[in-house]
């Protein structure tokens, strides 16, 4: 007992005395410089614990969603083979569901949405110094480590993100290399989207918009990738099936991890050779899975059963919205017309109020919270890029939840005001 206690014990004080040598945790205030939402928030934003009456709206992220009971007995029941084979029974009618749905030839289970943005990099850029074209404020450009020129060879050339996730063709069409085979140009060979755009704030691509990158892709020789993370929102939110959306790119990346619910897992689809030359760079990259079956059970549920509840989430967020709006004393900047999907982005208006201050004030119960609100109520969000606040609605959020958040807000708010009066 003692020896098998020993070591993590040991462990647990190293831990802890390192973090508090630092007092902080490594990478917080850079990514506070940045602008970009703070991942190391956990530690402003102390994770779901504390006393059984304060309530927790989690809003940080849509990936901190839990597997209810009928995934949960889907997952037990999963048939499963060796993925790696090819003979996963359950990967395999998921990766048809997928493909079926998206409208592309062939998709591809793949453990997360890094990596299958990676693959679809790797497979459209095969040459090593081959190029492609992000948005400067893509996940792909922003989150993922730079793994497209870290473990690729491939290299990035940005176009501003609008505020709207999209991008001005003339820009787009400028960064187009001609040069090749002169020695001095890399080679554009990809395009790539983002639907819904996560940093602005759950964007969706405007239809035209899409048919228009992909023309000037033709008319060029290039391909178009979409991380479509969230693109079963956007497809809700335009009241269209995603095959819609998605005959407009060559192929696309899938959360099932984020507002559909699955715990683990992303579908990249397209043509049947990409796949195939997908299934390559996966297992290249450490992400063949053996009896993933009992991931893809919830994955299936995922695609079958989730899409629909996406549209509460999507007015939950519309609620929260407008409360913000009709707050009094207005403290709080919106623009409602840019609220489309799961993800809100807003304002303070008073400069002197950081954002920091106010998700800190959001995520604890203060002095005399309980007796006024008759509970404590706890609401986690995350400080996010040009100086915003970032909130985002998934399953594990219900019109009540969303009302306990509405009623912290106004909490928060009037607190604060009455700091300010007192300050004059
Ligand atoms: C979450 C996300 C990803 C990456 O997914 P992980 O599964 O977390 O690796 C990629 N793109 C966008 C837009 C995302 O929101």
Known sequence: MYLRTFPGRVLHGFLRRGLAASGKTPGTEDAAARGYYNTGGAQQNPGPAGAAHVRLVDLRSD????PGPAMRQAIAEAEVGDDVMGEDPTVNELQKIAADMFGMEAALFVPTGTMSNLIAVMV???ERGDEMIVGDLSHLHVYEQGGSAQLAGVHATTVPTLPDGTFHLDGLESKIRHGYPDPHYPRSRLICVENTHNIQGGRVLPLAFLQEVR?????YGLSVHM???RVMNAAVAQGVPPSTILQHTHTVSVCLSKGLGAPVGTM??????FISRAVRCRKALGGGMRQAGVLAAAGKLSLQEMVGRLEEDHRNVKTFAQALLDCQPA????DMAAVETNI?????????????DFCARMGEVGEGEEAALGQGIRVLMYPH????????WHLGISPEDTQLAIQKMRYVASGRSKENVRAQ
């Open 344 to 356: 809100l982005r807003f304002r303070l208006r008073d400069s002197t109020w950081s954002t920091r």
């Open 215 to 219: 023309a000037l892709a033709e008319q």
């Open 124 to 126: 459209h850029c095969r």
């Open 331 to 334: 403290l709080f900047a919106v």
């Open 268 to 273: 990249l689809a397209g043509p049947r050779d």
């Open 227 to 229: 991380d479509g993370a």
């Open 63 to 66: 990936t901190v969603t839990k």
């Open 385 to 392: 890029f040009g100086n915003s606040i970032r909130a985002v």
